[in-house]
């Protein structure tokens, strides 16, 4: 597996610093690789390498700007808040990511996909409802909490969504609003709910079950191997 290499692109004056994972052999498409709420920890430069290690060109992407980590939860939260707030500023740096992925030589702009974990989920379901042209997306443990404003225009790419069922962080009013946007649009959309999985599932540091926050290894491994099958299906291999 090659090293992974920095990829800065610009959000005006913010330098948001990408890192860069390519396959050994000729890609087969690019995948963008969304970080959760505390920023582009090296959990998403491993999850880049899983990708580029299935042949993909694998950009972990950088939503603050300086490639910035938050030091606690409280600054994850304050980091991300705005984003939350402003839904048009968070597309706005997933168009910009996709755009430097697609950039990248030997990446086909129509074979490009988008998986995020966490408030990352949340922004690749936001790239998706936007950009026609990704192909797919996947949404691990996302946030599902609908923007202000939903298109009428019919939702292009296929999506994924990987939920844990006790999920805290999603409420039945978020479900709800979600499957209704994606009845409304005809979206190719297909929902995974875990009976017993909470939020962070994937992640091996996640340990706070006071705040619905266990890594599950078993649900991590299906989740990923229904990714996988779903980027092969959409993006080739």
Do not use: W
Not at 116 to 142: I, P, W
Not at 150 to 160: H, Q, W
Request: aromatic fraction near 8%.
């Amino acid at each position: 597996m090659r090293m992974p290499t920095k990829l800065d692109y610009h959000d005006g004056d913010v330098r948001l610093e990408g890192m860069l994972v390519r396959p050994r052999t000729r890609p087969v498409g690019g995948v963008l690789v969304a970080h959760m709420a505390g920023g582009r920890v090296d959990f998403c430069v491993q999850v880049a390498h899983r990708y580029a290690g299935l042949g993909y060109v694998a950009l972990a992407l950088d939503m603050y700007g300086e490639g910035r980590v938050a030091q606690s939860k409280e600054e994850g939260r304050a980091l991300m808040g705005p984003f939350l707030e402003d839904r048009g500023a968070m597309v706005r740096r997933m168009d910009l990511a996709f755009e430097a992925l697609a950039g990248v030589e030997g990446v086909e702009r129509d074979r490009i996909g988008a998986v995020g974990f966490c408030f990352g989920g949340l922004c690749v379901q936001d790239l998706a409802r936007h950009n026609d042209e990704l192909a797919a997306a996947v949404s691990f443990h996302g946030l599902l909490k609908p923007p202000p404003q939903v298109r009428d225009a019919p939702f292009a790419p296929a999506l994924m969504v990987l939920h844990g069922a006790l999920d805290p962080l999603v409420s039945a009013d978020d479900r709800a609003a979600f499957d209704e946007e994606m009845r409304k649009r005809g979206a190719d959309c297909t929902f995974v709910s875990f009976s017993q999985a909470m939020h962070a599932f994937t992640n091996p540091e996640a340990d706070a079950p006071i705040d619905g926050l266990v890594f599950d290894a078993t649900v991590s491994h299906r989740a990923f191997v229904m990714a996988d099958a779903f980027f092969e299906e959409r993006l080739g291999r």
